[in-house]
């Protein structure tokens, strides 16, 4: 952990001549702000054109937003005002001692977000379109994020591209809705943070610093801004380590005290919040649906290859929500969850929405299906293994993914494995190093090309089915 995050990453020489070397050259010559322009009015563009109809149904954060602004934390429910209505909501906490109203047991920061907008649109504000917003800017910080990664342009702008067409983050920010828009808010605040501590590591490399504090400021402030991301989702704190092993600080020690510090603030608002909404330190409302709304769901194609997986069992008579005999079988969706196969259908049935001869599961799909250029992390790994920001990155994506795969659910209905969301900043900046490594050879461009022509199909239907 001793060893210092290196200052450029390796670029492969290209052919002379190349369309890679007339590429690069152009973008050498530009100013990276307008870059990261283009590429926000790229994703903007697309991420509303993907879905235009934007239906709003699930938009608990619009109703939790007009009940802050009424002075409650407890939404009206379930009822119709002015032609809106939410009685159709899941995950909802009914509260027994005050009829008609009931507690949304998601963290609170997408709702604070929405409080001016709600305030001047009301119950018909459009949250979806605010997220594609959010979701476009996004693109841009990951942008930002790739181009520290690696002094290769092109090469951070594949892996930008990887990001925001070839990961579910697209559907995520297209459809907008309420398990969605908490994962984009979350990211937002990934990114800022992990790019403010690699931009201070960098700066102290530089400019040495005399330390007459036992905090560092920049360190701080990175993980003040990483702890706001689990307001939105709260398994993001997990990735606590990236801070300690990359950032300002000179040290493990004063890095990882500083941004801890920083991220226990927002921490502990959240518990605050949890206290005076419930009269509980941790959020009851999840436990509560955990008991009242789990049922078995079909195992789809593969069940067909392995019987035990007919239907994804829940427990909660006898497990917890959070409990590690759920760990195989999420496992398995995580990483080899199939799509839907009905060969009756015929290829007549390719975009077929009443008999499609192959369709996403809306238990998941595979990640190494869905976004097959997560592979190449790999090679960063490999010859990154010494390197704190491949150490920090691959601690935060797997102790995150660890605790969402503890999870009852998995996220249905969804395309793909949207929790991989709260581990996507930490993982693109794998993917990054492992695109810069390898160059822009055919197979890494064929990756980067099949995991977005994989998540187009996945926006399509998810649009298409109603998701």
Known sequence: MARSIATARPVPPPRPGSVGDRVRARLDGVDPTWIGLAVFVAALVIYIASNPARQNFYDHFVWQADAYLHGRFAITWPVVIDGFSNEYFQDVYPLAAAPGYALLPFPPLPAVLLIPFVALGGLGTDAALLVAGLGAVNVALAWRLTSR???????????????????????AAMLGSTWFAAHVVASFFLFVAITLAIDGEARERVRATARRWPLDGRQFAAGLIFGVAALARLTTILGLPFFVAVGSGGSVWRRGLSAALGAAIPVAVLLAYNLASSGQLFEPGYDY??????????????????????????????????????????LVIMLAWLPVVQPQCGLDGLFSTTCALIRPDPLGMSLLLTSPAYLLAIPALLAGWRDRLVIGAVAAVGLIAAADLVHFSQGWVQFGYRFSNDFAPFALILVTLGIARLGLRRSVLGLVAVSVLVNAWGVFWGVALGW
Do not use: K, M
């Open 149 to 171: 990664v690696t002094p290769d342009r092109l090469a951070a702008l594949v892996a930008t591209a990887f990001y925001g067409f070839g990961t579910v983050a697209w559907y």
């Open 289 to 330: 649906l955990y008991q009242t709304e789990t049922v078995p769901i079909p195992g789809g194609l593969l069940a067909q290859v392995f019987p035990s997986l007919q239907a994804i069992g829940y427990h909660p008579g006898t497990w917890s929500a959070e409990d590690l005999r759920y760990l195989p079988q999420n």
